[in-house]
């Protein structure tokens, strides 16, 4: 490993371990406090007669409400004491539970058509609405009738009460030799919505005067849901662009057919400094780090010819390894561990000003 990559790698472990430290920390003192609300914060102390199940409860199992399934599929629930070491939460999408629900987890793009698709019922002042959410703000309509509405918010976004990345790395217990995937192919790009005025159909216009790239998805080469690692993992290169930009906005394109195929990623999405809070500086090349298509172009064949160079895009693996497919279980659970650790919540006066 060279000097250079081992410091970045070193820093980056640094960092996630001050991170996880800090949380720690966080955490501590409300863990300690039990069922007892903190001092300073008269909200938390507001509990109605009759409403007595209290997130802060200790004992008791609290009752999660989804209002939907997300985009109205079921999916596959786990037990979160499993999957966090925590205290379970009741999850359901029972709509029976409204009036007993310690919180409702409302999924965005379920309910965004009308405000009657949000929940109709009296409202009890201690049940928390949780507004989730996992699209661009470009792909957000109505966000305006959600004003004054939530108490937590529940995105890809950092600063969300209950933080739901698409990805993330986990630090290894033992350092690893990675093997990197046999490699006949350079470039594969998979997309589905292919609109002529984005930036990255634009920006593939340009790179594909110097370069092939293979596409695959609707329109183009079929790609089989059993085929789709074993075919993307050929290509040195995948082309993670994402369908809109904004900060924190890094979907599985990144993180599933990139990384999790064993592909060196070429993003196209928010700046490198935003990337770099989720991934060491040499585990992927941004677009931005090229003038144009046609330098990054240049560079990418370059590495095809320089097997030494390209292996260092892999150097970072023998600490880390990205997080097997996130899956919407983990999302509820972090909902579930939420709110049992956090007091008081502040209700989003607007959502729009928030997410844009
Ligand atoms: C929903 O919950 C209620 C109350 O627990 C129960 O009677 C009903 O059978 C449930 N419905 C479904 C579809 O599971
Ligand atoms: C949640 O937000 C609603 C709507 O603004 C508010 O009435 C309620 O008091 C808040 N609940 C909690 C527990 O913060
Ligand atoms: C990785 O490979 C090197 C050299 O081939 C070897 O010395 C080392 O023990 C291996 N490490 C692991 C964790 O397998």
């Not at 939530?150 to 933080?163: A, G, K």
Request: aromatic share 14%; with cysteine.
């Amino acid at each position: 490993m060279s000097p250079l990559a081992c410091k970045n790698l070193l820093l980056f472990i640094l960092s996630q371990f001050i991170l996880a430290l800090c949380l720690f920390a966080y955490l501590q003192p409300s863990r300690n406090q039990g069922p007892e609300p903190r001092a300073g914060n008269p909200s938390a102390l507001t509990t109605q007669p009759g409403n007595s199940p209290t997130a802060l409860q200790a004992g008791s199992e609290l009752i999660i409400l989804l209002w939907t399934w997300p985009f109205g599929h079921p999916v596959a629930l786990q037990k979160c004491s499993e999957l966090f070491g925590i205290r379970d939460c009741h999850i359901t999408a029972n709509r029976s539970w409204y009036h007993k629900a310690n919180a409702v987890i409302v999924h965005h793009r379920d309910v965004c058509s009308s405000p009657e698709k949000l929940p109709q019922g009296l409202r009890s002042p201690s049940q928390h609405w949780i507004w989730f959410n996992l699209e661009s703000p470009s792909h957000s309509p109505n966000l305006g009738f959600m004003d004054n509405l939530f108490n937590l918010t529940m995105s890809y976004r950092r600063d969300s009460d209950i933080f739901t990345p698409y990805g993330w790395l986990e630090v290894l217990s033992q350092p690893q030799n990675f093997s990197i995937p046999a490699k006949s192919k350079l470039v594969a790009w998979v997309i589905s919505n292919w609109n002529p005025a984005s930036r990255r159909v634009q920006y593939y216009e340009e790179l594909k005067k110097y370069l092939h790239v293979d596409i695959y998805g609707s329109h183009h080469m079929p790609l089989p849901r059993d085929k789709h690692f074993s075919t993307l993992s050929q290509y040195k290169f995948y082309l993670a662009f994402e369908n809109s930009l904004h900060e924190d906005y890094i979907t599985e394109k990144l993180w599933n057919n990139a990384l999790g195929s064993g592909a060196v990623p070429v993003v196209c999405g928010p700046s490198r400094e935003n990337y770099e809070r989720f991934l060491p500086p040499d585990a992927f090349i941004h677009i931005n780090d090229f003038p144009n298509a046609q330098g990054l172009a240049q560079y990418l064949q370059e590495l095809d010819k320089d097997p030494a160079r390209y292996q260092r895009y892999f150097q970072w693996r023998t600490w880390l390894k990205p997080s097997e497919r996130s899956f919407w279980a983990i999302h509820f659970c972090k909902a579930c561990r939420a709110l049992q650790m956090t007091e008081t919540y502040q209700t989003r006066t607007s959502l729009a000003k928030w997410f844009h």
